[in-house]
């Protein structure tokens, strides 16, 4: 847990508070914005105790989520009781693992829960908990890995559940020689049914997504909600391989539908429906083009 002599002056005094190892990845300010803000050198910080039950809560999840354990509480209770919130439910069959891990930069995982067996999307940190959780769910079939950065501790959730991992041929490196599936080329994959592979080269060579059940759209770091517009976003400034490659491969998600994006960094996105995403993926594509 984080150190009450590093503790940031900007915190609000009280129970909760960030120390100075925090590496600014929002994921508390994603699980608790009523509690958590963005300082002006760019980390989080403590700028509203949490006035009630349900505001302690996500405070104390935000302890359990935060990858660098730079949150800490005089509120231990809170905080053992937050552990059995993750994985914690978005949608029916689909939920946020939460343990997010420093290797991923706090990048977001999710858990499937479905008839022909379960999915992970990117890996957590192999917490105790969670590894616990998620044998009580019924395990872990696949690990659908999106891209090269968010890998984390995949081989330690293969060698407890024995899933098979499943990752672009293009993004394998070092610590993934040993996945079970290397997908190819850039045309969509149906690895089952209900889910079917989308290769997006851009944010890296072999990022891609994972549609499940044509309305949730598992994105990496391709695109994400954005805070501050209410829309969908992708950055320049985070396209490691090649903006182009990123631009087209966004057209093509017109050719698939959904209504949920659930990435890896920033915020969630659901639209009205599934003509809504269209017509804001369409806007998106506009203006990648003339930033190009």
Same mark, same amino acid.
């Given at each position: 847990?984080?150190?009450?002599?590093?503790?940031?002056?900007?915190?609000?005094?009280?129970?909760?508070?960030?120390?100075?190892?925090?590496?600014?990845?929002?994921?508390?300010?994603?699980?608790?914005?009523?509690?958590?803000?963005?300082?002006?050198?760019?980390?989080?910080?403590?700028?509203?105790?949490?006035?009630?039950?349900?505001?302690?809560?996500?405070?104390?999840?935000?302890?359990?989520?935060?990858?660098?354990?730079?949150?800490?509480?005089?509120?231990?209770?809170?905080?053992?009781?937050?552990?059995?919130?993750?994985?914690?439910?978005?949608?029916?069959?689909?939920?946020?693992?939460?343990?997010?891990?420093?290797?991923?930069?706090?990048?977001?995982?999710?858990?499937?829960?479905?008839?022909?067996?379960?999915?992970?999307?990117?890996?957590?940190?192999?917490?105790?908990?969670?590894?616990?959780?998620?044998?009580?769910?019924?395990?872990?079939?696949?690990?659908?890995?999106?891209?090269?950065?968010?890998?984390?501790?995949?081989?330690?959730?293969?060698?407890?559940?024995?899933?098979?991992?499943?990752?672009?041929?293009?993004? +394998?490196? !070092? @610590?993934?020689?040993?996945?079970? $599936? =290397?997908?190819?080329?850039?045309?969509?994959? #149906?690895?089952?049914?209900? %889910?079917?592979?989308?290769?997006?080269?851009?944010?890296?060579?072999?990022?891609?997504?994972?549609?499940?059940?044509?309305?949730?759209?598992?994105?990496?770091?391709?695109?994400?909600?954005?805070?501050?517009?209410?829309?969908?976003?992708?950055?320049?400034?985070?396209?490691?391989?090649?903006?182009?490659?990123?631009?087209?491969?966004?057209?093509?998600?017109?050719?698939?539908?959904?209504?949920? +994006?659930? !990435? @890896?960094?920033?915020?969630?996105? $659901? =639209?009205?429906?599934?003509?809504?995403?269209? #017509?804001?993926?369409?806007? %998106?594509?506009?203006?990648?083009?003339?930033?190009?």
């Amino acid at each position: 847990m984080a150190r009450l002599e590093d503790r940031l002056p900007e915190n609000t005094p009280g129970d909760f508070f960030v120390d100075s190892s925090c590496i600014d990845c929002d994921t508390c300010r994603q699980i608790a914005p009523a509690v958590y803000a963005q300082s002006a050198g760019e980390q989080s910080f403590v700028h509203h105790q949490p006035a009630g039950a349900e505001e302690r809560r996500r405070a104390a999840m935000a302890v359990i989520a935060c990858p660098t354990s730079s949150i800490g509480s005089l509120d231990r209770a809170a905080v053992k009781d937050a552990v059995r919130e993750f994985p914690e439910p978005i949608a029916p069959g689909v939920a946020y693992c939460g343990f997010t891990s420093e290797s991923s930069f706090g990048a977001s995982s999710y858990w499937i829960g479905r008839p022909g067996g379960n999915v992970l999307v990117d890996s957590p940190r192999a917490a105790r908990p969670l590894m616990k959780r998620l044998d009580e769910l019924g395990g872990v079939r696949l690990m659908f890995l999106t891209h090269r950065d968010d890998v984390a501790d995949h081989q330690r959730f293969h060698e407890v559940f024995g899933c098979d991992r499943i990752l672009h041929r293009r993004d +394998v490196g !070092p @610590g993934t020689t040993s996945i079970e $599936r =290397a997908i190819e080329g850039d045309d969509p994959i #149906a690895i089952d049914p209900d %889910l079917t592979v989308i290769p997006l080269p851009g944010h890296t060579r072999g990022s891609a997504a994972l549609l499940y059940d044509e309305t949730y759209l598992f994105s990496g770091d391709h695109l994400w909600g954005d805070e501050g517009s209410g829309s969908l976003h992708a950055s320049r400034s985070v396209c490691w391989y090649s903006w182009a490659e990123h631009t087209r491969s966004m057209e093509r998600l017109l050719d698939h539908w959904f209504e949920w +994006v659930l !990435p @890896g960094h920033g915020r969630r996105y $659901r =639209a009205r429906s599934a003509a809504a995403m269209r #017509a804001e993926i369409e806007r %998106l594509v506009k203006w990648m083009r003339t930033a190009a």
